[in-house]
């Protein structure tokens, strides 16, 4: 490999423009990112050093010349999830070299399948339809074809990031289901299960969905865990249940409102009479700035701690990641929560931080993770932390503004029926 990289290094070095230079630049990035992975990355398991992970570099290193630049950065991505963990990514944005585009649609897989939450411009009209086929191939299919390319800590991310990168024509080009020029066939079924095929050309490239969003032309206001999801942390008082409930979205300081601030009013909160449940959401959470979460944890074990039969539930989602997985970690070793909802998509020890390396000939931009969190004992092998409460959220309760997760948890807390091990 050192060889042909020379030769390649020699032929960019020289300023050549053509079909050689191209492989020349590619092969060069390839070589940097090799470099770079093995010094900055934290795995335990060191796999940037395996023998495995070079030879994957090699043979895309080799495979250059005959593949597209937009296949390239696929095959980089297939790259970092070699590195065995969910920071280490590529970020799927355009550069002066690299014109990626993304249908004008969002995805989610539910429980009961595969549907459009999200859409703009011809693809608004699809929000609620079912995805049947792409590129005349089955959804779910393609969902699960798409293992090797996504990075993860453990098998939710597949549920998380799948459709995004099923809206991607470069990935859909991989799994050999993408049209021409970027417009993809396109089958969805209705309510009523007819379906309907429809050519969906591409649009520029957008980022994944972050957080879901309250269905459009619900037949109910939304439920309390998507009335507020940009809004980094709030508390409601539930009475009639002797609860409060907490979203926490955000593991940030929200301006003149910081979180420590923010947890001293809940702990005020949750020392006033008739309050025997707290209830903590962060199925929104994608993570923060995990040194800020001390003064939240002391507030929600001391409250536990206060008075027997206090009860601290946790709802979580294949969203909980990253500095909500060091919360929800944390909480774990503090005090004794009932945990309700999908698992969380990190482990309860993960390699994490957004570390980010740009490519210096494409302009591509990675993270390499660079730090290894130990939250839990060193034996602890889990792949997330498993709900006491297991709730999956289906296309239909989230189309009629329904919360089953919240509804799980405040009949556990009526009838008092929750065991947390």
Do not use: C
């Amino acid at each position: 490999m050192l060889a042909l990289l020379a030769l390649s290094l020699l032929a960019y070095s020289a300023g050549n423009q053509d079909t050689a230079g191209r492989v020349a630049g590619w092969q060069a990035d390839l070589q940097f990112l090799l470099t770079q992975a093995r010094q900055v990355h934290a795995g335990p398991g060191r796999p940037a050093h395996r023998p495995e992970f070079e030879q994957a570099v090699s043979g895309l290193f080799r495979r250059v010349p005959g593949l597209s630049d937009e296949r390239i950065v696929v095959e980089i991505q297939r790259l970092m999830t070699l590195l065995g963990d969910g920071h280490s990514i590529v970020y799927l944005a355009p550069t002066p070299r690299i014109p990626l585009s993304r249908l004008p649609i969002d995805m989610y897989w539910f429980s009961d399948g595969v549907y459009v939450v999200g859409g703009m411009g011809e693809g608004e009209q699809l929000i609620g339809s079912r995805v049947v086929q792409l590129g005349g191939r089955n959804a779910e299919d393609l969902l699960r074809e798409l293992e090797p390319y996504i990075s993860r800590d453990n098998a939710i991310a597949f549920k998380n990031f799948g459709p995004f990168y099923l809206s991607v024509p470069a990935f859909l080009d991989a799994l050999g289901a993408a049209g021409q020029r970027g417009a993809v066939a396109l089958t969805v079924a209705n309510a009523q299960g007819r379906t309907r095929t429809l050519l969906l050309a591409a649009g520029p490239m957008r980022g994944p969905l972050r957080k879901l969003a309250p269905p459009r032309a619900a037949p109910s206001p939304p439920p309390m865990y998507l009335e507020r999801v940009e809004v980094p942390y709030w508390l409601r008082r539930l009475p009639e249940h002797q609860t409060v409930y907490v979203q926490f979205n955000q593991v940030m300081d929200a301006g003149s409102d910081p979180l420590a601030r923010f947890a001293q009013r809940l702990t005020d909160t949750l020392s006033t009479p008739g309050v025997s449940s707290v209830i903590v959401d962060v199925r929104h959470n994608n993570g923060g700035d995990n040194t800020l979460l001390a003064p939240l944890i002391n507030a929600l074990a001391s409250f536990e701690r206060s008075r027997s039969g206090n009860r601290i539930f946790v709802l979580t989602s294949r969203t909980t990641f990253s500095a909500a997985q060091n919360f929800i970690n944390r909480l774990e070793r503090a005090a004794h929560p009932v945990f309700a909802g999908e698992p969380s998509m990190s482990s309860p020890n993960f390699t994490g931080e957004d570390h980010e390396v740009r490519l210096p000939y494409s302009g591509l931009m990675l993270s390499i993770s660079n730090r290894y969190w130990q939250d839990s004992e060193p034996a602890d092998r889990r792949p997330w932390i498993t709900p006491h409460l297991p709730v999956a959220l289906t296309s239909r309760a989230y189309f009629k503004n329904e919360d089953p997760v919240l509804r799980a948890v405040l009949h556990a807390i009526r009838t008092g029926r929750f065991s947390p091990t």
